[in-house]
């Protein structure tokens, strides 16, 4: 089974779409960063997430073949990340490690379907729901279980986890693991390591305030605490210094779209 996922995972025609669906999620974060800086200034009216991103292509000049062509991308990079899941990242010695990057390839796939079928009901002329309100839906019914509380608690726990994780990964470049450095255009690896510091560092705090907010709503038993990136970022921007915050967050999301497109071409 192993072998057969590793193969569907190394054949062209996978590896070629799942590239070009990388593409298409360094582009999803590019424009989170752009709805990020309208937080800001003040000015959105805009849901500040993957989903928020996919209607603002919606709005563009031939907008429904953009989302169209977004929504294949992203579900080839779907199929893409999921065969990693399985069976990839066999250069990583460390099966701790290896563990964790699998997890993250599985969270990576999760999130191409999500705003893949996104990019669909915009393209269809529908609206997608908002993931804020799920979210709080979810905490409502899980809050609402014997001990529930205890069980938000832990999912907050778990979400600033991933997040801190992601600062780390950061922080100490581990990033560059993943990727032939050598296949990059020359001169340019230094600013895809940039590009990445910064990126797995903004995004890690954006997820890192999510789970903060999930971990208020088990405290005090109110699933209108927790929320997704949109009340994240908004919670943020009421908070001393979140501007600033803010637009570090904003660069993370430039940088994780950079480190993106490199990886598009030399992912190993």
């Known amino acids: ?34 709805l990020t800086v ?12 993957q989903k928020g991103a996919v209607a603002t292509i919606a709005e563009a000049p031939f ?20 065969a990693l899941a399985a069976s990839g990242y066999s ?21 191409g379907v999500a705003i893949g079928i996104a990019a ?13 309100s799920q979210q709080q839906t979810l905490t409502a019914k899980v809050l609402a279980m014997p001990g529930g509380q205890f069980l938000v608690g832990i999912a907050a726990l778990v979400v600033i986890g991933v997040g801190v994780n992601q600062i780390r990964k950061g922080v100490k ?26 990126g797995f560092i903004g995004k890690g705090i954006a997820i890192a305030t999510i ?3 999930v971990g208020l709503a088990a405290i005090f038993a109110d699933p209108n605490q927790s929320g997704g990136m949109d009340k994240a970022l908004h919670t943020l921007a009421g908070q001393p210094y979140g501007a600033v915050v803010l637009i570090v ?11 993106c497109f490199a990886a598009a071409k030399a992912h190993k």
């Not at 953009?66 to 893409?80: S, T």
């Not at 560059?176 to 020359?186: A, R, V």
């Open 38 to 49: 309208q937080v800001v200034l003040g000015d959105s009216d805009q849901q500040t997430d």
């Open 249 to 259: 967050i904003a660069l993370g999301f430039v940088g994780y779209g950079g480190y």
């Open 173 to 198: 470049k581990s990033f560059k693991d993943d990727l032939n450095m050598s296949e990059l255009p020359q001169g340019t690896q230094k600013t895809v390591e940039r590009l990445g510091q910064v």
């Open 91 to 111: 250069w990583v010695t460390d099966q701790r490690k290896r563990l964790f990057r699998r997890i993250s390839a599985g969270v990576r796939a999760v999130a």
């Open 1 to 34: 089974m192993a072998n057969s996922v590793h193969e569907v995972r190394r054949h062209p025609a996978v590896q070629l779409l799942g590239r070009a669906g990388m593409v298409c999620y360094g582009i999803v974060h590019v424009l989170l960063a752009a």
């Open 120 to 132: 669909i009901t915009y393209a269809v002329g529908g609206s997608s729901s908002d993931s804020g």
């Open 63 to 82: 907008g429904v073949v953009l989302l169209w062509i977004v929504a294949i991308g992203l579900f080839a990079f779907a199929v893409w990340q999921a």
């Open 211 to 213: 789970g903060v907010l």
